[in-house]
């Protein structure tokens, strides 16, 4: 079986979000409409407007309630505050124009240094079972940054590291047990749907330790982290020879 390349990011969702045990580990996402935007808006504090075949956190926009008649809108590394009656108006602005867009319920994310943080999970299928074989943070570089991805200027971790020193108390044995739990649930689920045999996920930890997907990326790049973790990085390329040799 080879391994499909999918970049929509509503396709890899959507399984979970349908799924009893694993929508609960799943922000409420929806395929962007004028309507949805302001009805989520009312709903929830954050949103998060993504490009669903974006990548590397290009073409994002947070937009974060204030108030009951104001909103902060964040895009690139600018932020305005508007009107919520022309919320619609300033976040199509922003959006290029023929792309299909998500909105996604933003994720209060722990933090490290008072700067937000997410997790690379990378899951390999070299035979007839996946392998977690790597785990490590991604600290973003400001503590108002939008995304925490690498290619924003966001930094590689060891995760224990991170955990143990993130602002809020993190019981980081039991945060390690769910997230292993959570991930492998979801590869064997989109696994189970798509001839996938590697799985990289954004993993999110909210201030209360509750651990959420984010996305899911099937081309997943580990540009720089051979040094993070040598030994973590053999056991990928381990498994990435294994199936390499059964194509």
């Known amino acids: 079986m080879k391994h499909k390349f999918i970049s929509s990011k509503m396709k890899k969702g959507q399984p979970l979000l349908n799924d009893r045990f694993l929508s609960r580990h799943v922000p409420q996402t929806r395929w962007y409409r004028d309507a949805t935007l302001t009805m989520m808006l009312r709903e929830f504090p954050v949103l998060y407007i993504k490009p669903d075949n974006g990548s590397a ?58 700067k937000p943080f997410d997790l690379r999970i990378v899951l390999q299928k070299p035979s007839n079972r ?48 769910t997230l292993s739990g959570v991930s492998y649930k979801i590869a064997r689920k989109l696994g189970s749907r798509f001839p996938f045999r590697i799985i990289g996920l954004d993993m999110g930890i909210d201030k209360k330790g509750k651990v959420w997907f984010i996305e899911a990326n099937t081309k997943p790049n580990f540009h720089g982290l051979k040094k993070l973790d040598p030994i973590q990085y053999r056991r990928y390329l381990h498994a990435k020879r294994r199936i390499e040799a059964r194509r």
């Open 57 to 114: 956190g290009t073409g994002i926009i947070r937009v974060k309630r204030l108030n009951r008649s104001e909103s902060l809108i964040s895009y690139k590394t600018k932020s305005i505050i508007c009107r919520n009656r022309n919320i619609v108006f300033e976040v199509v602005k922003r959006m290029r124009r023929g792309k299909k867009y998500i909105i996604q319920r933003g994720i209060t994310l722990a933090t490290y240094r008072n």
């Open 130 to 177: 996946w392998l977690l074989t790597w785990m490590s943070a991604k600290v973003a570089p400001r503590s108002n940054s939008i995304v925490t991805n690498v290619a924003k200027g966001a930094r590689d971790a060891r995760i224990k590291e991170i955990l143990r020193g993130a602002d809020q108390p993190l019981h980081v044995s039991r945060v390690l047990k």
